[in-house]
């Protein structure tokens, strides 16, 4: 079992010191090359591999251009165009609603603030976060997704359950600077090392202060589960 620096706020800031030298070149792994694609592709990307929801955008985004398009397109093509995402019908209907309302009260623009991103369908605080951080260079929080809830709760930063509370947590202690990187630096670590199964505790650099570390702790502090 690892040991925790003294105070939260010591603890995030290690984090962010070690990934970021140990993942140099972090980023978002989603392709896109507008705001548009980019909302798109995070609002598949939810339940959805991005390896996967970048292998569907490569030719979605080459027969769909711009709203009018996705919002003009029949519900069942642009679902049979999706077909291989997760609950790819629901996600039809949400970027057809979404570019709809691009459309009748955005000028055809993808909105740059929380609540109008927020009032999109399909879209949580979590992707208007992301829209928000790379198509607009606006942050306002932490993208929280699986990798970060469960790092989070690993080392010992939150013991909250729900995004939300976890991302209000978190932003209290994660330097502001370092709140859109952090995200990505916990994405590259839960797919590298911190893995929800079966994390590889004797290859991680954060061992030594991980309170969930498998070396003598009985309990994933993420799932409440023991080892």
Known sequence: MGTPR????????TVVDRLEAEYPDSTISLRY?????LLIAVIL????TDERVNTETKHLFEKYDGPEDYANAEQDELAEDLNSITYYNNKAKYIRSACETILEDHDGEVPDTMD????????GRKTANVVLQHGH???EGIVVDTHVQRLSQRLGLTEEERPERIEEVLMGIV?????????HLCIDHGRAVCTARNPDCGDCVLAD???????DSEIDLASGEPW
């Open 6 to 13: 003294e105070t939260r706020q010591a603890q995030a800031e």
């Open 33 to 37: 090359s507008n705001r548009l694609e």
């Open 45 to 48: 990307s939810a339940q959805c």
């Open 116 to 123: 109008e991103l927020t009032e999109l369908s399909g879209v």
């Open 137 to 139: 260079d606006v942050v």
């Open 175 to 183: 330097p502001e600077g370092y709140w859109q990187q952090f995200t």
């Open 209 to 215: 202060i991980c309170p969930s570390e498998k070396g």
